[in-house]
């Protein structure tokens, strides 16, 4: 911890807190107002009013409202001012203690005297760049506009346009988001301000595709947070802001159909209604929201397994294929999100209650093949997958201005989330599938070679794992702020608040497993009594097997599958092979000795790995927010965090049958504390009108993951080894620089260029297999002494180093003639480095002559030097876009370089992604009926695949994704 510049800042907070003994409370007045879209009547959010010659201002908050506090009787020049609007000016005469309304109504404009219409567009753009410019935070934004007019497939498709971003897909959508090169689990998901439960079984990080676009007023994308900001996110905060009832009634109703080119299906759909409506004098709004969709998102995959044999430490080996697989892919999604809001507005202030609801439920039902290249075998799989995964959120808020300078702002929240995962699967197995010798063949090859012969395959193996994990969250905050100002020149807000949040997590599994191939006699004969279908089974000494044949799914076909490259099957009938599990489960699970056991409920892997705990995390912060001039703004301060945690799991020795008993375990419980002060610096300089110069020295951290916190140990005697948690793992902790300019011009639009670095301690992994030198140094029974830690979890003692640099261009084209004025066009790259240096450890045998003679071995740490799992070196986003009358059109390219994706001990062994390319288009055209629009978005237009490969010389691909193109076609009807 950087203990200088942290006692630098608490100073400067708590000198100006003391300025604040001689501020007046006497005479002062107010000044506050609303600025409009004079066109269109549209609030404008982030717009600026200022006291022109002194330190006093405000922005507009998303009702389009300011207030300008603490001002002396005199008499002033207020200024509104909002980029691609004309400037207002007005002088204000100001009395003592008097409240003065002023509203102002801006034009849109660039030439003098020349009015220009403003295109959906580039009112999207323009309030996402008014916005960003507004906010004290290192923030991005896209705006209500940009959403509502031509929306993405979902939220996190629009948050990937963003600098600095990249977005993880399953089956083609984006579901989780990665900020600027980090995974994430180091990134955080919240809605108001208020962060969702997390989605996953084992990290921190949220599902993104919860959420829909249709229930926003707009998305932030915070990259370096101020002290009254949660701290524990090394990447960044995705923040959803929902939406708010509107003046009057209104409504709107979205039909739309889908269409699938990997399935050419047309079946899918989405159905959106909007509804709300404002009472007595708007001071009370209702709103509601019901979104159901039915999406395919199925995919064609190949997966790749290699050896290297014979390697050698620190040189690039070559590989070797060991095994392909190749999965039919079949993925429904059923998602329902609802979203109620009420809001009272209260004498300068509001209360709300906000409720979001969103559950996924996805049926994904696998086909695929097997091929084990040195065994030569291969197996036909089926498997169905469900997964049901539920987010609710409720929120109350309070904010009101008190006695003009008082600033109190509080909230309470429950999130909760569920996920529930049903895996089957029933395999078909065939010994000697090939003609030759596949060891080290190609994919296409060792299709050649395949037996296509049913007489040598026969059922094998089933299996169902049940995962069920929950979280709740209680989240208490309260925010104080006081307006003071010294001078005209030196005004500002004190503010200091506290946050409490509480989390239960818990995580229960179910392994069951059986066999078909040599079943128990009992077994066999019961099914072949059960199952007529099934025929009579040899029971001699010989081979006990039933044939495929009864199992066989007659109706599906791998025609079309990656384009008719690959054929596949036959496969097990799914229906028929869950009657088989279900006999098998209810007749055979149980006996005297486990040979016995045609049905296995594994003991050890269905409750070994199920843990529960709670968290408590307490939260301070004091910061000075001042204006020093109208051209320089300072924000300084510091946030305390606290997080107890109590994580129960087991501990114990493995049974020399795992399967058939878990006796010799306790379930034991580790409470962990942490405490961290974490300071923020943020200057912010507008020199001139029009350049904005930008500096932030911040300072968060990350938390391991639950699984990493649990006391988890599982001792094998056979083998003197364990699987362990590491007790004394603590959270990674980040020093950051932030440094940006940006320039607004007319002509030129909005340029941006920012440059960040992120210095990263204690950040969490894994060195590999551990010898065991001496127990006591890991809290080990003694019999594990000379043993081995299967897979070791440790804080890096090297620090990891992350810098890159952010461009953001933003123009339309209003100069251009007639109809060519509606062109809009963005673009933004990023360019990310970083070096980690991941632990290695070489187990090494060693013989000590003596006298007398001993042999053991010894860990032998190095390291090894490459980039963070999950950054690319280069992103670009571009999009055109173009609005004339009725008609709007945005086709836009999505670029990112090659991915890190997974580090290995051996350099030949580690993945990257390949370099990937994606284009979309939305068009709109406003029909004849009022209200009423007709919308077409065509995703991957060119079907660009998501491809995986192995960093040997021939980058030899590890996993290839293909999920098409889909074609969305929709009405959309405002009344």
Known sequence: MNTRFSASIILCVFLLLSFTVNASFSQSASIQGTVIDEQTGDELVGAHVVLKGTSLGAATNFDGKYLIPNVK???????????????????LMVSPGMDLVRDFELVYTELEGAEIVVTAQAQGQLAAINRQLSEKSLVNIVSSDRIEELPDANAAESVSRIPGITVQREGGEGNKVVVRGLSPKYNAVSVNGVRLAATDSSNRSTDLSMVSQYMLEGIEVTKAGTPDQDADVLGGTVNFKLKKAESGFNSRLIVQSMYNDLRDSYGDYKFVFTSSKRFWDDRLGVLGLID??????????????????????????????????????????????????????????????????????????????????????????????????????????????????????????????????????????????FTANPLGATVDTVQTYIVNDTVTMWPDTYSLDEDDTEERDQTFRVDLGYDIRLTNNLSGTIKAGAKNRRKSRDYDRGAQSGRLNNAPVRAMEGLSETFEELGAVP??????????????????????????DYTLGPFPDLDFAREIFDYMGENFSNAGYWEDIAHTIHKTNS????????????????????????????????????????????????????????????????????????????????????????????????????????????????????????????????????LSVSITQNYIGFISAGYFRKNISDLIYSSGRRYIEDHEVYG?????????????????????????????????????PSFLSGLVFNANYTVTESEVKYPRTVIEFQIDYGPPLRVGSVNVDSIYVDRLIDQPNHIMNMSLGYDYRGFSARVSMLHRSDIFRQTNFWPELRQASAA????????????????????????????????NEMLNVARSISSRQNYGRTVDLGLRYAF
């Open 73 to 91: 009787p005199g008499t002033y020049v207020i200024e509104a001012g909002y980029i691609g609007y004309a400037t207002i000016t007005d002088t």
């Open 292 to 433: 159901l969709e039915k999406r395919d998102r199925s995919s064609w995959e190949l997966g790749a397994s290699y050896t290297n044999p014979n390697a050698q430490l620190d040189s690039l080996n070559t590989l070797r294929s060991t095994g392909y697989q190749l999965y039919d892919i079949s993925r429904l999604n059923d998602r329902t999100n609802g979203l109620f809001v009420a809001d009272w507005r209260i004498p300068n202030g509001n209360l709300s209650y906000s409720f979001l609801s969103s559950s996924i439920e996805s049926d994904r039902i696998s086909h695929f093949e097997s091929y084990g290249l040195g065994a030569r075998t291969r197996l036909m799989t089926s498997g169905n997958a469900d997964n049901n995964t539920r987010v609710r959120t409720h929120i109350v808020e309070y904010e009101q201005t008190i006695a003009k300078k008082l600033n109190v702002s509080a909230s309470f929240s429950r999130a909760f989330s569920a996920q529930k995962l049903d895996d089957f699967y029933f395999s078909f197995r065939q010994e000697q599938a």
């Open 539 to 564: 029971l001699g000494y010989g081979v006990r097997r039933f044939p495929i044949a009864p199992f066989v799914d007659e109706d599906y076909s791998s025609e079309g599958f990656f384009g008719g």
């Open 607 to 738: 409750n070994l790995f199920d843990y529960s705990g709670k968290e408590n995390y307490l939260a301070g912060y004091a910061m000075a927010d001042m204006d020093i001039g109208s051209r320089l703004n300072v924000v300084s301060g510091v946030r305390w965090e606290k997080n107890e945690t109590t994580y129960r799991a087991w501990q114990g020795w493995s049974d020399n049958i795992p399967s058939f008993s878990f006796t010799a375990y306790d379930r034991v419980e580790r409470e962990r504390e942490n405490t961290f002060m974490l300071p923020a610096l943020f200057v912010r300089l507008r020199p001139v009108d029009g350049l904005e110069l930008r500096f932030a020295k911040t300072r968060t951290l990350s938390r391991p993951n639950y699984t990493d916190l649990i006391p988890l140990a599982n001792y094998i005697g056979s083998s003197k080894s364990v699987n362990y948690r590491n007790p004394n793992i603590v959270p990674a902790v980040s020093e950051n620089i932030d």
């Open 780 to 816: 080990l029974p003694e019999e594990l002494e000379k043993g081995f830690i299967q897979n070791y979890v440790s804080n890096n003692p090297n620090d990891v180093t992350l810098s890159g640099i952010e461009l953001d261009f933003q123009t339309r084209f209003w100069y251009l």
């Open 916 to 947: 990937f390319r994606r284009y979309d288009l939305s068009i709109k055209q406003t029909l004849p009926v009022k209200g009423m629009d007709l919308y077409l978005n065509v995703s991957n237009i060119t079907s660009a695949e998501d491809i």
